[in-house]
């Protein structure tokens, strides 16, 4: 009989434990941001899903990252490195373990990623994507530029401005973002896109490419230093320049490029050479040409008139090679005699073994052959027929799944388009009124400004203009001649008039005399 004493306690499965532990841990810890080393990490796994430890000096965690994370992860695990992983914490009921699911990752700090760095670059140097014998010359002339860069920097102005004051060239922009997550893949596609152009295509094929971006913080640059883009720049079958940030700033993809420049400006001037120089040198060179082949002309001209001079007569450089002719007249009647005997031989022989039943056994041995190899060939076809009806279909799948989020883009595009364009359209004849009433403003001021300078308004304060015959201007009581015919001006009209010389002028008086005012310095005369 059993000693254990009953109990009432509700039995509960190892299922409902796990489930209810997995919810208590859950609840009370959700997301967190967890700081540590990685351990025993050894790459993703078959299922592309990546397991390891997160460990410090004295606790270790296990970390999952399932396989949609990890190919977003702009930073990925590696052994050794110290990261902060941000993610929540659960737990595996199949082994009774508590983990963390990773959702992004990050180094811990400038000098994690400069130690990322280093690791990287030895890694990719013992792989020899760096070695300096590969590197290609660039050609002198480009005919066709490809460049790689943001559409809307600075970069691209600063690289067509160059181009255009040195040797104007045609330029291919293949427009990426430069930084943040994707911009290492778009620059790799770039570079790959540039390098899948064919000859015979509508699209120019580059002659040289340019992977250009300003300067910026070791994160910002981080895009250049990812293994995709220093692998896309090491297969490049075109000569690649990376001009990726400023002079102090050096990036993975320098190493892999053929030639680095300083600053974007740099690399224009790396690609083509300056026009006004090569004309110049051309011109030069033109000359010399010219001179040298004159004076290689009269070289061989006079070599010519001494070799001419040393040649033997033509019947004794003849007398040789007509005699042994002869003696090969004479055996060769002899010789095709022998020759046709021998190969009569030969078919003799040869007929011999020609008989019907061992070429019938031939026959049937290569029919049998033949016929295996048509099996042989049906079933490949039917098989690669499969596969590329397979791969035609996942093609045809994603395609269409691209063409809708396309043409979503384009409708979300047309329509910001289409309500910038009503705002200005109701800014319009607003703007139009304070434009109109600015130049309204204008035209009377300098209106004011002409009948208050006008010779009119003076006249209009009591002053007269006395003229001659002739329309001019006197200024003076001298130069008005008795008897001269004169016209006075007023400010409503004309009025003619007989100058007097005989009649004194009358004095005016006053009740006080006024001050004289002393004449401005610079006053001319009214008239």
Do not use: C
């Amino acid at each position: 009989m059993s000693d254990i004493a009953p109990s009432n306690m509700r039995e509960v499965s190892v299922s409902e434990l796990s489930a209810a532990i997995k919810r208590t841990v859950e609840d009370a810890f959700g997301y967190v941001r967890l700081r540590g080393e990685v351990s025993g990490f050894k790459g993703p796994s078959s299922s592309g899903h990546a397991y390891f430890r997160l460990k410090d000096d004295r606790a270790t965690i296990e970390a999952v990252i399932w396989k949609g994370t990890y190919g977003r992860l702009p930073i990925k695990p590696q052994e050794g490195l110290e990261v902060i992983a941000t993610g929540r914490v659960t737990t595996f009921p199949g082994s009774s373990k508590y983990q963390i699911v990773i959702e992004s990752l990050e180094p811990a700090g400038v000098g994690a990623l400069m130690a990322l760095l280093e690791e990287r670059r030895k890694k990719l140097a013992a792989e020899g994507l760096f070695d300096a014998a590969r590197k290609r010359a660039l050609p002198y002339l480009p005919e066709v530029i490809g460049v790689v860069t943001s559409p809307t920097g600075a970069v691209i102005r600063d690289i067509l401005h160059r181009l255009e004051d040195r040797f104007p060239r045609t330029v291919l922009v293949w427009p990426v973002r430069v930084q943040g997550e994707g911009s290492a893949a778009e620059v790799a596609a770039a570079i790959r896109g540039f390098n899948a152009i064919q000859p015979d295509d509508d699209l120019p094929r580059p002659d040289v490419l340019i992977v250009a971006r300003g300067g910026g913080s070791l994160e910002d640059l981080w895009g250049f230093n990812e293994e995709i883009v220093v692998r896309a720049a090491f297969e490049s079958a075109i000569p690649l320049i990376s001009a990726v940030g400023h002079e102090t700033d050096t990036t993975l993809i320098d190493y892999a490029a053929d030639r680095r420049a300083p600053t974007p400006t740099a690399a224009a001037e790396m690609a083509v050479p300056v026009r006004s120089d090569l004309i110049a040198e051309t011109s030069g060179l033109g000359r010399r040409m010219v001179t040298a082949v004159a004076r290689g002309m009269e070289g061989r001209r006079t070599e010519l008139r001494a070799a001419t001079r040393a040649l033997p007569d033509a019947e004794r450089l003849l007398e040789a090679a007509r005699q042994r002719l002869d003696a090969a007249a004479e055996r060769l009647p002899n010789a095709l005699a022998a020759n046709a005997g021998a190969h009569r031989m030969r078919l003799v022989r040869a007929a011999g073994r020609l008989a019907p039943g061992l070429l019938k056994l031939r026959i049937d041995r290569s029919r049998d052959r033949i016929d295996a190899l048509s099996a042989r060939a049906a079933a490949a076809l039917s098989r690669r027929t499969d596969t590329r009806r397979q791969l035609f279909d996942t093609l045809s799948a994603r395609l269409s799944r691209s063409l809708g989020v396309y043409a979503r883009a384009q409708t979300d595009r047309l329509g910001r388009s289409r309500e910038r364009l009503d705002q200005l359209f109701a800014r319009a004849p607003r703007a139009l009124d304070l434009l109109m009433k600015r130049r309204t403003d204008r035209l009377e001021a300098a209106a004011k400004l002409l009948a208050a300078l006008s010779y009119q308004g003076v006249l209009g304060r009591g002053f007269a203009l006395v003229r001659d015959a002739a329309g001019k201007p006197l200024r003076t009581a001298s130069a008005v001649a008795s008897g001269q015919a004169l016209t006075i001006e007023f400010t409503d009209g004309r009025v003619a008039a007989t100058a007097d010389g005989d009649a004194p002028p009358k004095p005016v008086k006053s009740a006080e005399p006024r001050p004289v005012k002393k004449k401005p310095e610079g006053q001319g005369s009214l008239f």
